[in-house]
């Protein structure tokens, strides 16, 4: 029997750049970006 847990943490990046209502944008964004992974393997 095999048991495994993952996390995954990075920061995620989001350019905006272009025209929304006549107005141009130009902006950088940043967040948290969390993930967790699990796996069981079971053997006969």
Excluded at 7 to 23: A, C, E, V
């Amino acid at each position: 029997m095999t048991i495994g847990l993952k996390l995954n943490y990075r920061i995620k990046n989001l350019y905006i750049n272009g025209f929304t209502n006549k107005t141009y944008i130009k902006q950088s964004k940043y967040r948290d970006a969390m993930r967790i992974s699990f796996g069981f393997m079971f053997y006969f």
